[in-house]
């Protein structure tokens, strides 16, 4: 057996959406087209791989300050709460954010909470803290590892917080995405931004997302299927198993209320990729503000640039985490495949077909 290997993965090289001229609502991005165009935000990755069985890790989004004595404002919505989001009810209670979100691996989300609360002790300014409600969301990613092994552990949480930085954010088959799949296809993690503008001024809004459900891929309106694409291999995890992570960080000076309507409108999104919100899904995005002290909140009735441009970048950045991912087999020989972007590509300019039914029976463990 191969020793258990981790890293934290440098941004990959595969295609992503707008690479293939796939654009996706009419908002301007962020210069990166990813959550760390938000000012203060850095995405940290641990890969944790054992050949052929393990594929898995964690994923931390840092907001700059964050912390018990400076939480930021923040919201959070379940659409479907077949989950472990850990830190749920304190974050709607108070509507507050005092830990970086991580994400990882379902059996693995207890320990990467209880390393999260070890990592927060430790910085400056927490020495008397006797409380701490850590933000930690979890995706089930036994299809292709072996869940039961729980290999993510306290070092691997450490190296995705500290090695957390700005700049482009590595997608697909890293950190928490190593090991998930969705839509019938090999995923992972994805990222987009975008640049609504407000009353009058422009803000960010960038998102952020572990993909792992079930339904089938629509992209600009036109079903893709593996079959559809002429790929074979092993039967995808049924349809109604699989949850999605989001997160949505934006510097608009909002409240919680409003970062809660931002959440919804995050899992709203899932719907337009094909998503299937099936009975084992769990369907959660957790959103926060930047900028605590940017004075009142917009606007409600000013909301409907952002809410349109988050669900613009939740789509957007599914389809990077399918277009990121590379086809991968792991626990018990199953694999999932790529999706292929030149066939994509085919799909999305020819005759438009009927979609074919997939076969999304689980095999057996």
Not at 130 to 148: A, H, K, T, W, Y
Not at 191 to 208: F, K, W
Request: hydrophobic share 40%; proline share 8%; charged share 20%.
């Amino acid at each position: 057996m191969e020793p258990m290997a981790h890293d934290q993965s440098a941004p990959g090289t595969r295609t992503r959406a707008r690479d293939l001229g796939i654009v996706i609502g009419g908002v301007a991005t962020g210069p990166l087209d990813a959550i760390t165009d938000v000012p203060g935000v850095r995405v940290g990755h641990t890969t944790v791989r054992r050949h052929p069985d393990v594929h898995s890790g964690v994923t931390a989004v840092v907001p700059g300050g964050v912390g018990p004595h400076t939480p930021l404002p923040a919201g959070v919505f379940t659409g479907n709460g077949y989950g472990k989001l850990i830190g749920t009810t304190q974050l709607t209670e108070l509507g507050t954010l005092e830990t970086p979100v991580l994400l990882t691996s379902t059996l693995s989300a207890f320990r990467v909470a209880d390393a999260l609360v070890g990592w927060m002790l430790e910085r400056p300014g927490c020495g008397e803290v006797q409380s701490l409600n850590p933000v930690v969301g979890e995706c089930n990613d036994g299809f292709l590892s072996d869940i039961r092994a729980r290999p993510v552990h306290e070092e691997h949480v450490r190296a995705a917080l500290d090695g957390a930085t700005g700049g482009p954010v590595a997608e697909g088959c890293v950190g928490a995405g190593t090991g998930t799949g969705a839509l019938g296809f090999k995923a992972g993690i994805g990222t987009a931004s975008r640049t609504p503008e407000l009353g009058g001024r422009r803000y960010t809004a960038g998102v952020l997302v572990q993909a792992n459900f079930g339904g089938t891929l629509r992209v600009l309106g036109r079903c893709v299927t593996p079959r559809s694409l002429g790929l074979t291999g092993d039967p995808a995890p049924a349809g109604e198993t699989g949850s999605c992570m989001i997160v949505v960080a934006t510097d608009a000076p909002l409240d919680a209320r409003q970062l809660t309507r931002v959440a919804r409108r995050a899992v709203f999104a899932l719907a337009r990729t094909g998503a299937a919100y099936g009975h084992g899904s769990g369907d959660y995005a957790v959103a926060f503000g930047t900028r605590p002290e940017a004075g009142a909140p917009v606007a409600d009735a000013e909301l409907g640039p952002l809410f349109e441009a988050v669900l613009d970048a939740v789509e957007e950045a599914v389809l990077n985490s399918l277009l990121a991912a590379t086809t991968t087999t792991g626990f018990g020989g199953r694999t999932l495949p790529a999706l292929p972007a030149d066939r994509l590509l085919e799909a999305l300019t020819g005759p438009v077909a009927p979609p074919v039914p997939e076969d999304r029976t689980r095999p057996p463990r």
